[in-house]
């Protein structure tokens, strides 16, 4: 699935995880830090025992809101609108990095004139966040410093991805907190090695270590190394594909470690559109709800069953080892993507996952300087363009990639789809602390399943009694796409007006509810926000 590798940098954390213990703030927004990204969660927790600041924003109560300084539940996809309030006030209080703005930065001009629009009692209009907390917010992360930002899905899941992402940079960079120890824009993960998917060229817009394909001398490059030509036009993303399966433009899909079926918007449109496929093939460690669907299925290996390496959240490669023989039938998927590409007509001839890192090195920058060798245990950070760089702890340290960095004037627009008298009520998504994205494999798991075997619905305790709704009868929850039947979870962790549901459950899935509107230009799905009608099912 496509990134936001455009949007600031490559997409990845521009700090580490273990400075976020030296952090004087940390604002985090659009992530449940400690059910989805418990690794990081212990980083901020040991910076809140040294005392950092910490202010939350999300639009549900997180286990993290409760130890916060600062919680907020702002209206649902209204970020840009809150962080513009904050800017607002920093720059009437002249509490910005003065002199990291002069030196540093550019546009500053045309931001500080955008920001006129969006006074505090504006603001709090739209986010139903009152003006006396949104200055408490603007100063504690401008007067503590170095602050962090730790986002995460809750940002870039909306047809505003791009413009959240650049309006936290503007805030950052305002504050002066990039390119410093303990600061930073740092975005988590929402799947293990997403990172290493990018870095890989894993996007449909560029080659490895982000070289864009449309580069002359990038493209040349890579078609000179792979000695075939290579096209020079971005491809398509995942939603573009399923609009072009149903026109008859692609015949056939060849789906890796993925489960749309599950995880995609608007699932309905989905299952229509594979249906009209000539040849579908998945290549998973389980038979999940899309390779049941699929004309062939390559049995993958899990981590523990090849060599290879893995690019984390804080951009560290790391060097994984084969612990047991492949189970079964399975086999690594560099053997199955070898092998396949050979009979199609493209010879490969790798003679193991270090064979294929090394040509990844030779073509890769910011990869240059690592070895297996190198990576040993605790491996290296990117940029690594030397055998004698130590790796990149933190980025822009000195300047910005592009030289200075870029404040984008952002306005505020309101989701693809708001509230109505047919579907009154906001749906958000997301995840359980129990299980993990389509839960392929977590739901295998006894332990886990035990701990959340259903999925449920989150509804406030008023809503819930204007409807009648008990605590743990089944409801039906619909939208202009589909409707599912769901246990109601009667919960304080979500305002009046505002539902919750997990989108790991298949037999109650969450995405036949979605949205499949998109951002423009990273082309993520708007899975945070969409309007619902709950009702309650005749006895």
């Known amino acids: 699935m496509v990134g936001l590798a455009a949007a600031f940098g490559s997409g990845a954390m521009t700090n580490s ?4 213990a030296d952090a004087k703030c940390i604002f985090i927004i659009g992530s449940n830090t400690t059910e ?25 109560a997180t286990q993290m809101a409760f130890l916060a300084d600062i919680a907020v539940q702002h209206r649902l996809g209204t970020d840009v609108a809150l962080i513009n309030g904050l800017m607002h006030i920093i720059l009437k209080e002249g509490w910005h990095d003065k002199a990291y703005v002069d030196e540093r930065t550019e546009g500053f001009e045309a931001l500080a004139a955008k920001l006129e629009d969006y006074p505090p009692d504006k603001v709090a209009e739209i986010t139903g ?12 992360f401008a007067k503590n410093k170095p602050a962090s930002i730790v986002y995460c899905m809750g940002i870039t899941q909306h047809t505003t991805g791009v413009d959240n992402v650049k309006d936290l940079a503007n805030l950052a960079m305002l504050t002066g907190n990039v390119g410093v120890a303990s600061g930073g824009v740092n ?50 993303t995942i939603l573009d594909m399923f609009h072009a399966i149903e026109e008859g433009k692609i015949k056939a899909l060849y789906v890796v470690g993925e489960n749309p079926l599950v995880t995609d918007p608007d699932l309905r449109h989905v299952e229509a559109a594979l249906k009209h496929l000539d040849v579908f093939i998945v290549q998973d460690i389980f038979l999940t709800q899309t ?5 062939i299925v390559l049995p993958g290996t899990s981590f523990a069953e090849k060599d290879g390496t893995f690019s984390n959240t804080e951009r560290r490669v790391l060097l994984v080892r084969q612990a047991i023989p492949p189970v079964g039938e399975s086999r690594p998927d560099w053997m199955i993507t070898q092998d396949l590409s050979t009979r199609v007509g493209y010879p490969m001839n790798y003679a193991s996952p270090e064979a294929i890192f090394e040509e990844i090195k030779s073509l890769t920058p910011s990869y240059a300087g690592m070895s297996y060798a190198r990576l040993g245990a605790t491996g290296l950070q990117w940029p690594c363009p030397t055998p004698d760089h130590p790796g990149t702890v933190f980025l822009h340290k000195d300047r910005f990639s592009r030289g200075k960095g870029a404040f984008t004037a952002i306005d505020y627009k309101p989701p693809a789809e708001v509230v109505d008298g047919a579907y009154p009520m906001w749906l958000s998504t997301g995840r359980s602390f129990a299980h993990y994205h389509s839960g392929s494999m977590t739901r295998v798991s006894p332990s886990l399943h035990q701990e959340v075997p259903e999925g449920y619905v989150e509804i406030s305790p008023v809503d819930a009694k204007a409807m009648a709704i008990k605590d743990g009868e089944r409801v039906k929850v619909s939208s202009r796409r589909g409707e599912i039947q769901i246990k109601a979870r009667i919960s304080g962790k979500v305002n009046r007006g505002v539902v919750f549901i997990p989108f790991h459950f298949a037999e109650t899935a969450a995405n036949v509810l979605t949205n499949s509107a998109y951002d423009p230009v990273a082309k993520i799905p708007e899975y945070k926000v969409c309007a619902v009608k709950v009702e309650k099912l005749a006895a």
């Open 129 to 140: 966040v009152d003006a006396a907390t949104l200055r408490r917010m603007a100063e504690m």
């Open 187 to 236: 975005p988590l993960r929402g799947q293990n090695n997403v990172q290493g998917a990018c870095d890989m060229g894993g996007l449909p817009n560029v080659f490895t270590g982000y070289q864009p394909v449309a580069d002359e001398a990038a493209n040349k490059k890579f078609s000179e190394a792979w000695g075939r030509p290579l096209p020079n036009k971005p491809g398509l």
């Open 291 to 295: 390779a049941k669907q699929a004309t």
């Open 36 to 60: 989805n990204h418990p690794i990081a969660a212990k980083w901020i927790l040991r910076g809140r025992e040294k005392g950092a600041k910490i202010i939350v924003v999300d639009p549900r």
């Open 17 to 20: 995880l273990p400075e976020l």
